[in-house]
């Protein structure tokens, strides 16, 4: 890992370490994915068994996983590996809950009554990748928040092992939501199936979940369409950023770094400190660490593009985490909590020493469906808020029609709008 | 306006009547923005002058209002439109305070305490539109919620009037916003510069407003690019669909569809009604009061494309509504309220005979940005809740890794994401 002075670097050089490595979609991979949405578009479930067969190498008439196939899976799953998902799912359930959106009202005139009132969304696409291995945990953070939501259909689309079955686990944690209906597919088939729908994949009104570089670019490719649909945020490769001080444990430190670096070589690591004694004991203890990981390989890899950075002080390691606006923040801070008030952009922050990221992963209760490469700038996580629509409902009665109209009317007639003051003053005419 | 009698039609015909006009984007609309986003790239300031030029009509060193011209706008706008705005303002200030989202914390195990708290948007960026007319309300719809949400620069874009000023009621508008930066920029042309940023118009980290099909453009562009900026929700024509029984005053029925008319000539306007009698008084009125509009031409143009409908029963044209799912949406019925629990997809809802689509337009409280095309199956109308994002926040103690960890670890290797679990069981060993 590089080891950087920041105080050393000059402007450039210090949005130099920020970057995060390119990101631009590249015209090849623009053009697969739109040819893999004029294939759907133009030959449906046909199109759909062919990229599975060409990306999954598995032949598959039917995609959706039968009752039987669901109702096997939890036989398949080891126990302990059934109690953690139970388990996490409880705490991801007690978390989300108090985040239900409540509906409100407000008479905002004599006579006139407003309310903002919660719907769920009708029919909800939700994508649980398997790049490396399958991620039931994925599986529980779309599946929880979508039933208590209320959404009428939940489809999940996941994609299928070499033998043309779903993983089990992740087929135990989709039935979080009963009545979902779970499809054997994969990448940016898959997005586009659930954009577009098929004969036998339904169209919805919102897609959500993360995924690599085709799975974003399909989500985007899908919001694009004219007609209404939603994503829940752009996808992008997993980061973290952990400010430490120098009473941090060294150990947790390098551990949480390579348990972001083994996601994937295209990982996002840095650490800020203030303590150059801290950040040398991390960088050996990210050695040690290393050499017993089974995913050596591609932790090293993403660790070649991480950082290890010295800072003047906590202040400064907060002010560029904020430009920088991670994915996950880690504070291991002796008093992480007086830093809070001072943080604007991230998707989850774990404070102390005692919160791994890898405890938000799974089961802290929080989602982690979070929004990456800066994206926390604009974006919130994933919540039950994700899968509702809010709509505002007026009601005037001859009172309040009488007592807001004629504000409206000057305003329509102010704006050119005739029609719009007509349609208030014949009102008011007759209240009168 | 076209006659239909719903429950003579076939299922195509059906779906025909609630087709929307095309909105397929033509290559060339899309060829034009992809170019102006290019050229601000390239030339910044330069691009925006010779963009304003061509599509203004006006030659601009500075786009930036100063401090004057903002000061001196109030002395320029008549004074009731002044009290309007002030009025207006206040009712949506007071329903948009009680929509500002709540952080919320569970203890989601011992020891372990989950939150999730609220941040303002740090940079936005406005559009407010003056195709036909400059729009103070919309100024307020964005202002205001911006201001609520605490966001830290507000940056407002609107097109330069023929000599150079901006709109006056547009800046006393705006003002609502202290500290607002507005600049004399429309079209694409201010959706490239605040999503990219030049020498003089700061980059945003979000987008909201409405506009015309190049706005749109421009913000699904701008949307597509990496680095996380955000929109508020597409922007299309916009759209009324009226609900009417034997009961309601086929004068106000016909004043409601023609102010959605005025709009311009892509505006969407559908009556649904159970009563033949009142379809036929509705068309009649719909004459009578058109030809008194100064806006005649582009109403008459709208009500082309527009249709009243013939439905077997309310109950009928409430799902026939819910599938088309209109903008807006008014309830001339009797009992209005009763419907409401089956009304699931709308932007805004107006009840009974007394709420003209006007009111929800200027001064009930509500916000008018809402989503079009189809869009409120899966989007909400603008909020403080859009300005915002929100973080989520864990903290475990010793007891709460030891309450939670070993299903985060058990979890992790069931994933195949050793260094995962190791973060977990490094923290274990030392809490016990």
Known sequence: MRRIDWNALGADERAAVLRRPAQAVSDTLRAGVRAIFEAVVARGDEALRDYTAQFDGVSLDDFEVGAEELEAAAAQVPANVQAAILEAAARIEAFHRAGITQPYEVETAPGLLCQRVQRPINRVGLYVPAGSAPLPSTALMLCIPARLAGCAEIILCTPPRADGSADPAVLLAA???????????????????????????????????????????????????????????????????????????????????????????????????????????????????????????????????????????????????????????????????????????????????????????????????????????????LSVAGFQKAITVQEASRIGIASAGPCAATLAHAEGLQAHARAVELRLEQAA
């Open 175 to 381: 039935r979080q939501a009963p009545g979902v209906r779970v499809f054997k597919l994969g990448g940016a088939q898959a997005i586009a199936a659930m954009a577009l729908g098929t004969a036998s994949v339904p169209r919805c009104d919102k897609l959500f979940g993360p995924g690599n570089a085709w799975v974003d670019e399909a989500k985007r490719q899908a919001a694009q369409r004219p007609g209404g649909i939603a994503i829940d945020m752009p996808a992008g490769p997993s980061e973290v950023l952990v400010i430490a001080d120098a009473g941090a444990n060294a150990a947790f430190v390098a551990a949480d770094l390579l348990s972001q670096a083994e996601h994937g070589p295209d990982s996002q690591v840095l650490l800020l400190t203030d303590s150059a004694a801290l950040l040398d004991k991390v960088a050996a203890e990210v050695d040690v660490q290393l050499a017993r990981l089974p995913r050596a390989d591609i932790a090293r890899r993403a660790l070649e593009a991480s950082r290890l950075v010295l800072v003047r002080d906590i202040g400064q390691a907060i002010a560029i985490s904020d430009a920088y606006a991670p994915e996950h923040l880690i504070l291991a801070l002796r008093e992480p909590r007086a830093w809070l008030a001072r943080i604007h952009n991230a998707g989850s922050i774990f404070l102390g020493d005692w919160t791994p990221e890898a405890l938000g992963d799974y089961c802290s209760g929080s989602n982690h469906v979070l929004p990456t490469g800066g994206a926390a700038r604009a974006w919130s996580g």
